[in-house]
C-alpha cells in the first residue's frame, strides 16, 4: 500500500476554471482574484482579505507597511517553520524567539512578556499544526507595550477560538495554499483582518505600489506608483485553483477531523507516547492538519529509524519541525542562540512523527499505518 503523507485533491473544476482564464487572456488583476478574496473572506467571516503570491510575502508585507526595520524586534515562536522568522529577517528586523509549550506546541505564552524589550514592536504567533494559540493573554500584552499582532495561520484554515476564525484575534491573519495545506491554490496566500486601511497598503503594497491595475486605467499604459511595494500578487490560474478548493472545503475538513479522531483513539490504546493537539476546550474548534505523535524517551532515539522503516511500507510521514528554528544554521549562527532556551521544542522536534489524516485518506488506510507504526515501534523498544 502506497499512502502519501499529504496530497492536493484536485479534479476537472480546477481545470475547466484554468480553462476559462486562460481563454480570457486575463492572467493578473482579474476577476478570479476578486471572486477568492470574497469567498475566503466569506469562509473565514472576515470584512477585507487580499490574496497574495504566498503566506510568507503576505507576513513579509505587514512588517513592510507596518514600518518595522533594522533595529526593531519581533517576538516569534521557536517552533515553527523557517518563513515565520524570515519575513522578520526581510525587513532587517531580528525575529525574537520564544520557547514552545511541551502540551501542545504553540508559543508559550507564560514565557512572551520576557523577551519584550524597548525595541519590539510585534508579536507574531503560530497556530501550532492548527491547534489555536490562547489569544487574550497575547492581546493584553500587546495592549500593554502597544504593539501588534499577527497570526500566522498556514496549518489552522478552519480553525475557531471563542467563535471567531483564527486570523481574526489580532491585526492580520496569514494563511498559505502550498499543495498540501487544508485547501490549495497550488501555491499562494491570503491576509485577512478587519482593519480596511490595512488591508488597503498591503494591497497596494503587494503590486508595486501603483495606484491603478489594468481594469482601473481609462488610458491604457497611465498609472502613477504612489508608494514603494513589490510583485506579490496572486495569480489568476492560482485564485481560480482557489475558488474551486473553497468549495471542497467543508467536505475536506469534515474528512479531515473525522480521520484525526479515529486516528487519535487508536493510539490513546498504546503507550507508546501521546498524540499532541486533542482538543478538549469547548472555546475551541480545532482543524487539524496532521496528527502528530509524540513518541516516549524510550523510543525517541529511535525516530528517524521508525520513519525510515515507515517510507519502507509505503506510509508517507513528516516532522514539524526538524528543529526550532533558532537552532537551524542561518539563525544559530547569526544570534548565537544555545538550545537550553528552547527545550520543549527540541523535545517535540526531537520525538514527535506527524502522519496523515487528510481527504486522502480513509479508516481502513489508518488501521493499516496504525498496525504498522505499532509494530516498528515496538521493534525498537526490545
Known amino acids: 500500500m502506497k499512502i502519501p503523507f499529504a496530497k492536493p485533491i484536485l479534479d476537472k473544476k480546477e481545470l475547466n476554471l484554468i480553462k476559462e482564464v486562460l481563454d480570457s487572456g486575463i492572467l493578473v488583476h482579474g476577476k478570479k482574484a476578486d471572486m477568492f478574496e470574497k469567498k475566503f473572506s466569506s469562509l473565514v467571516n472576515s470584512k477585507y482579505s487580499t490574496s497574495v503570491s504566498s503566506c510568507t510575502a503576505g507576513m ?7 514600518n518595522i526595520k533594522k533595529g526593531d524586534e519581533v517576538i516569534v515562536p521557536s517552533q515553527t517553520h523557517v518563513a515565520t522568522a524570515h519575513a522578520v529577517e526581510l525587513t532587517g528586523a531580528k525575529p525574537v524567539f520564544v520557547d514552545s509549550s511541551i502540551e501542545n506546541g504553540n508559543i508559550d505564552v507564560k514565557k512572551i512578556e520576557n523577551q519584550i524589550s524597548k525595541k519590539t514592536k510585534a508579536i507574531a504567533v503560530v497556530h501550532y499544526l492548527g491547534l489555536p494559540v490562547e489569544m487574550k493573554k497575547v492581546r493584553e ?20 477560538l471563542n467563535n471567531k476564525h483564527t486570523g481574526l484575534h489580532s491585526d492580520a491573519g496569514f494563511f498559505s495554499f502550498y499543495p498540501v ?35 482601473q486605467r481609462t488610458i491604457f499604459g497611465m498609472y502613477d506608483a504612489i508608494e514603494l511595494g513589490f510583485n506579490y500578487r496572486m495569480s489568476e490560474i492560482h485564485a481560480a485553483i482557489g475558488i474551486e478548493q473553497i468549495n471542497k472545503f467543508k467536505t475536506f475538513i469534515k474528512k ?22 486533542i482538543n478538549t476546550s469547548r472555546k475551541v474548534n480545532y482543524s487539524p492538519y496532521c496528527l502528530t505523535y509524540l513518541i516516549n524517551k524510550k523510543y525517541s532515539k529511535f525516530r528517524n529509524s521508525i520513519i525510515a522503516d515507515l517510507r519502507e511500507e509505503g506510509i508517507g510521514s513528516s516532522i514539524y519541525y526538524p528543529k526550532p ?17 528552547y527545550l520543549n ?26 498496525d504498522k507504526l505499532t509494530k516498528i515501534i515496538k521493534k525498537y523498544g526490545n
Do not use: Q, W
Open 325 to 341: 528554528v533558532p537552532m537551524m544554521y542561518y539563525d544559530k549562527k547569526k544570534y548565537k542562540t544555545k538550545i537550553e532556551s
Open 141 to 160: 500584552l500587546a495592549k500593554k507595550y502597544n504593539l501588534k499582532v499577527i497570526e500566522d495561520c498556514a496549518l489552522s484554515l478552519g480553525s475557531l
Open 345 to 370: 521544542a527540541k523535545i517535540i522536534s526531537e520525538s514527535s512523527i506527524s502522519l496523515p489524516i487528510g481527504p486522502h485518506i480513509n479508516n481502513f488506510k489508518i488501521d493499516y499505518i496504525y
Open 181 to 215: 495545506k487544508h485547501i490549495t491554490s497550488a501555491e499562494g496566500g491570503m491576509i485577512i483582518s478587519n482593519n480596511k486601511e490595512l488591508i488597503k497598503k498591503m494591497s497596494l503594497a503587494k503590486a508595486f505600489g501603483v495606484n491603478k491595475n489594468h481594469n
Open 60 to 66: 513579509h508585507l505587514f512588517y513592510f507597511v507596518n
Open 256 to 277: 479531515r477531523k473525522k480521520n484525526f479522531d479515529y486516528f487519535s483513539k487508536l493510539l490513546k490504546t498504546e503507550n507508546f507516547g501521546r498524540v499532541l493537539n
